[in-house]
């Protein structure tokens, strides 16, 4: 028998930290694994609903990720995609019926997309991967920092698809106050179709591999 | 490992917690929920007045407004007033009726009923028809305002559920709606022919019927088309009560 000594981690230990930050750079759920793509296409048409798509996927995700990791050990291994789910369905009728009760313009721009939430595959995957696995606290860590490592990029992808696009930022007419439009400037209407997401993600994925070398793959 | 009988026990109380901790919160949050409802119906219904209204004066404003509700009912007889706070006949407020069910009715044949909203603006009477019918994906719907010879357009407004963003779902937009502002729902000799959402653009139409149709958004046919639909079926309604009522 070995003696096993565990030491207490404490709250913010390296590991810890590492949790949260690594999701926003190096091990990012878009840029890296290119994962949820899907709803990062639909949604980041305009920045307001891109902020809160972001916040509902960290709180599902981080909440999630803390009841999964409570129940690690209850849950039958032949049924835990199914309680995965059950555990993400709830959450996501829960966050959607609260968007309807207190922010209900945002809940009918999102209206599909939140149902869709319960589909987006980094959910599925840090429960399957992280929280099936380890303690409440860095579940509920790694669901933080997975989920802000997908929000900045969709509030980013959001900024610049409003702003070229509809020449506006959360819905203030930046571009009008410059004056922009009397030079002859005119909106980019194709930045609000859904391709050009994919273009700003592909723009973001290669300024963080220009920056960070070592994260290209050979070949 | 875990026995077949422990999985059913845990799938089933798992299933029941869910299902109370689900129940209840649509339960607590309904009032507000409708609440909302409510705040975008009349937001709408002002919005085909050209105003715009926030969540929090669109009560106001409606009651400024909008003076007198009536519903019509299917032979264009009016079966029920509410005004200025008070149902004088009839035994329900038109703004609650629910349109969805009376355009259900009138598809089984059944007696319907369809509100209509009048609003006096410094002066002015307007009318406002509220719209229902179905996009692509889901349920379209809209409010239409005319002048005192309920003919002439002054302003539309339109939304839906869950039209394709960037196509069906431009419906919703100030450019959409704007054009049907000056156009005419009767023909020189009276007739109703409603407004046509054309595909191709107004141009494509005879000169004399233009006044009658908008532009079609490309991409977005089908929701176009029911647009088209959702104005002859609503407005017809009307027709009787517009001849017997209003010279036109």
Redesign the interface.
Known sequence: MSAEVKEKDPLFSLKNRKLISAPLNRDNPITIQVLGICSAL?VT?KLEPSVVMALSVVFVLAVGNVLISLLRR??????RI??QL?VIA?LV??VD??L???A??VS?QL??FVGLIITNCIIMGRFEAFGMANKPWPSFLDGIGNGLGYGWILIVVGFFRELLGSGTIWGYPVLEKTGLYNWGYENNGMM???PMALIVVGIIIWVQRSKFRDLIEEN | MFSNRYIFIYSTVMVIIVAVLLSLTAVLLQPRQEKNITIANIQGILAALNMKATAEDAEELYQQYIKTELAIDQNGQIASIYKNGNLEKGEVRPFDIDLKKELFNKKMGNPFLSPLFIAEIEGDTMYIVPLRGVGLWGPLYGNIAFGLDFNEILGADFSHDKETPGLGAEISTKEFSNQFIGKRIFDDAGKFVSIRVVKGGVSTMAPAQQIHGVDAISGGTITSNGVSVMLKNCLENYTTYIQNNINI
Not at chain 1, 74 to 79: K, L, V
């Open positions: 639909a048409a209850t849950i039958p291994p032949r049924i199914i309680v059950t709830t009728i829960m019926q609260f309807k009760a207190f209900y313009d009918k209206s599909v609000i179709l859904p």
